[in-house]
């Protein structure tokens, strides 16, 4: 796992590279200069691309300096830089790179408060002007300019971070930012990437290494955690020779009503394609000829076998599709010592009876979307402060809150926050959030403890949806391919061919 770490952290490790090893700023402002330019080079290898390079005056503006003069050594001719001089500071490797500009045969035009900004004939903006340094929202000739670029609609790559976009904290909807199609960021992904705030803001965005001590921020307090593949490839448990279904873990779904069946049956797919040895649905009856027709794996259990089942499963999930039949199920599961995972109509249950969360056994799962979370925990301006929540309920009540979006926040109750980096909107289609309950009750079904189920199942739900976006460049997936995903996908992870 990676942390992600604040502005003013990332400051405190370029300080410390800089006191600790043999490199000097202007050095560490080439590396990442060169970084950018490498990503840059991919996403416009036409050489011939006439590229204007926006900076400001800060580090931010300096790396801007440097990616045209290295752009312009690796024959991208038309490159053309517009320095905007509205503040009264000059870094020092601003002006190191300015004086190496000068030796360039780079057109270079300022701009002063006031100025009008003419038309831009640039295929292509890079935005330098302000970074990770921003400290107040855009205003006066800062806005303009923005404004400006932003009019025209061309392309913009952001160095480090859009123009305007704070790095970190509360995203007000209304900030003014430049708008990048591309982000290329130094080293970590800064946290407001995560928040969908800021997806007017940016497209896409990389991330590259411009060689900061990585022992010094691992070491760096941060609550945010982001998810690797590696992370997954450590958890998973290979399937042994000699097992067998019982090794795996018995399933039960709890889910499904008269006009919801779907979503019963999506739970318990998924569940079965996640490796749970068995799945029991505890479904309404007349849901059975359609269980048995598309799940003949799957079993059944009615209302009479149910006081039976609670001691021979290993996990629960509950509440897909599962309509008023909520209320009684739910004091039934909260009298079980089993791990267990709480979706969709179960968490709008314990939202109109907030007493009932106080009953949930320690480390149950909880997969609010944004909706579910709000009715449960009160309305929410900021996703900022959202996910503070998610943090301290996680906390105060010993549980795993996933709080679902395109990266979904996992809120564990030692107060630690994993992001999820997996995932896209072709997923963003009913039914997507009944397979990852049934992903994760299968999980933990199979013995997986509630913190690494939630890690594997979230992971490996995105996952499945990117590779079959990779696959067939699919721009909508309906939840059923993503639970036919899901076996490969685990596969390609964890048993590499
Ligand atoms: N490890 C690092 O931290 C590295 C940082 N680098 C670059 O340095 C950038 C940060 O540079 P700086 O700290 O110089 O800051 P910026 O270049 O982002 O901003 C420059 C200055 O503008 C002023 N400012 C902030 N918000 C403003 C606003 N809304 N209106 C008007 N003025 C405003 C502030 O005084 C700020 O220090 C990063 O984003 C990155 O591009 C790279 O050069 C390489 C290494
Ligand atoms: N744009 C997106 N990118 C990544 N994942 C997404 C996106 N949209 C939806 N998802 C995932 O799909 C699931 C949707 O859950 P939910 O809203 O509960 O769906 P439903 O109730 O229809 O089953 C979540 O796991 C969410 O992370
Ligand atoms: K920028």
């Known amino acids: ?41 991919q996403l416009y290898p036409d050489k011939n691309t006439h590229v204007l390079i926006c900076s400001g005056t800060g580090n931010n ?49 300022e701009f002063f408060p006031g100025d009008e900004f003419p038309p831009i004939p640039q295929r292509v903006v890079v935005d330098a002007l302000l ?31 859009p123009t305007g976009l704070p790095a970190d904290g509360v995203l007000s909807p209304s900030e003014h930012t430049l708008q990048a199609h591309h982000v290329i960021s130094f080293q970590r992904p800064k946290l407001s990437f995560f928040f ?3 997806a007017k803001s940016i497209r896409h965005f990389h991330v590259v290494d411009i060689g900061l001590d990585e022992a010094f921020i691992e070491k760096l307090p941060s609550d945010f955690k982001l998810i690797e593949p590696s992370d997954i490839q450590q958890i998973y448990r290979h399937r042994e020779p000699f097992t067998h279904k019982g090794t795996y873990g018995h399933a039960l779904i709890i889910a499904g009503d008269i ?11 998924a569940c079965l394609y996640s490796g749970a040895g068995l799945t029991t649905a505890f479904i309404p009856e007349m849901g059975l000829a359609a ?9 059944y259990c009615g209302v009479d076998e149910l006081p039976g089942m609670w001691n021979r499963v290993d996990a629960i999930g509950i509440g897909p599709g599962l309509g008023q039949r909520a209320s009684w199920l739910i004091d039934g599961v909260t009298h079980t010592d089993k791990p267990m995972v709480i979706d969709a109509d179960a968490l709008t249950f314990l939202s109109q009876n907030r007493e009932w969360l106080d009953r949930l056994p320690k480390y149950s799962i909880l997969t609010p979307h944004m909706k579910e979370f709000d009715r449960l925990f009160g309305a929410h301006k900021s996703w900022w402060d959202r996910v503070q929540t998610a943090k301290e309920q996680a906390v105060a009540r010993q549980l795993v809150i996933l709080l679902k979006n395109q990266y979904t926040f996992i809120a564990l ?50 996952a499945a949806g990117d590779q079959l976006v990779a696959d067939s460049n699919k721009v909508v997936i309906p939840a059923r391919q993503v639970v036919q995903a899901i076996p490969a996908t685990l596969g390609n992870l964890c048993h590499p061919r």
């Open 1 to 41: 796992m990676k942390t992600i770490i604040t502005a003013a952290q990332t400051r405190e490790a370029d300080r410390y590279t800089i006191e600790t090893t043999p490199i000097a700023s202007i050095d560490l402002m080439e590396h990442a200069s060169l970084a950018f330019v490498t990503i840059f080079m």
């Open 61 to 109: 503006g300096g790396d801007g300096l440097a990616i045209a003069r290295l752009l312009q050594e690796r024959s991208y001719d038309a490159v053309a830089v517009w320095i905007a001089r509205f503040g009264s500071n000059e870094s020092d490797e601003f002006a190191a790179n300015m004086a190496r500009l000068y030796n360039t045969p780079i057109p270079i035009t």
């Open 131 to 161: 970074g990770s340094g921003l400290n107040k929202p855009l205003q006066g000739d800062w806005l303009r300019m923005v404004q400006h670029i932003n009019q025209t609609g061309k392309p913009v790559v952001a160095v480090d971070v």
């Open 196 to 198: 969908p705030e800021s």
């Open 259 to 269: 006009q919801t069946m779907g979503a019963a049956l999506l739970a318990c797919e």
């Open 291 to 299: 269980l048995n027709t598309r799940l003949p794996e799957v079993m």
């Open 413 to 462: 109750p030692d107060g630690n926050l994993l992001i999820n980096p997996t995932g896209n909107p072709a997923m963003a289609s009913g039914g997507m959030g009944d397979v990852l309950t049934g992903m994760l009750t299968a999980f933990l079904a199979q013995g997986y403890p509630p913190h690494d189920a939630v890690i594997l199942g979230c992971y490996l739900h995105g």
